[in-house]
């Protein structure tokens, strides 16, 4: 079956700028998660949902950030007035419940700020 | 103490030998634990959940042991392909929030 995806796989900006990056998890899964990889670190956790609603949002860095699940499926990554420190892999990760159960992630979004 | 720590490495380990290395974490409270396999430039994949009683897959092995709060993988038999860094991934338990270790990087050497 499908796995997760992400859209676009690579997206470069400049300073300023507002981006949204997209992810579809597997179908049925209820859990999706939010992380940030940068070089030679492991995934920082963002956000995660529970079906349409944010769980969890402790992960974002700053009101620039934001998520949204609207129907509990696709969920879009919002970031606003980006930074060149907002440069990193965003990755994504959905599971068929939270917590205990096995996360499958997709390929990533690496984001370039100029 | 940080909330899930790992030696960064690098481990480089000739091919046949045996490697093991550690996890640790702070929250004692913590109820779910694994170990994700990730390559250069690829998403992690999860390599195996680790259970209470240790659990064994091939030439892998994972252990738990929660007195001293920390997790452990073996790797026997190393082969070229397991070259690739290994994250510790820990459920703290609140609001089920997941962290990952920074990971630790093996190198098979030929």
């Known amino acids: 079956g499908a796995g997760v995806s992400q859209t676009p796989s690579n997206k470069v900006t400049e300073k300023g700028k507002y981006v949204e990056l997209r992810c579809d998890p597997i179908s049925g899964h209820t859990a999706l998660y939010w992380y940030r990889q940068s070089l030679g670190q492991g995934p920082e956790f963002l956000i995660y949902f529970q079906g349409t609603g944010a769980a969890d949002d402790s992960g974002l860095p700053n009101d620039r950030f934001f998520a949204v699940r609207p129907e509990g499926s696709v969920s879009t990554l919002k970031i606003q007035r980006t930074e060149r420190g907002d440069s990193a892999v965003y990755l994504c990760?959905?599971?068929?419940?939270?917590?205990?159960?096995?996360?499958?992630f997709g390929p990533g979004t690496r984001l370039t700020v100029l | 103490r940080k909330e899930v720590e790992q030696d960064p490495g690098p481990f480089n380990v000739p091919e046949g030998a045996t490697v093991a290395f550690n996890c640790t974490y702070s929250?004692?409270?913590?109820?779910?634990f694994f170990w994700y396999r990730q390559d250069c430039r690829k998403e992690p994949k999860l390599l195996m959940s680790?259970?209470?009683s240790g659990n064994e897959d091939g030439r892998f092995t994972a252990q738990l042991n929660r007195a001293s709060q920390y997790i452990s993988l073996l790797i026997r038999d190393s082969k070229l392909s397991d070259s690739a860094t290994y994250l510790c991934v820990v459920n703290m338990n609140r609001d089920d929030k997941i962290i990952f270790g920074k990971g630790t990087r093996l190198h098979i050497l030929p």
């Open positions: 929250n004692s409270a913590s109820q779910s």
């Open positions: 680790v259970y209470s």
């Open positions: 990760a959905s599971s068929l419940l939270a917590g205990t159960d096995t996360q499958y």
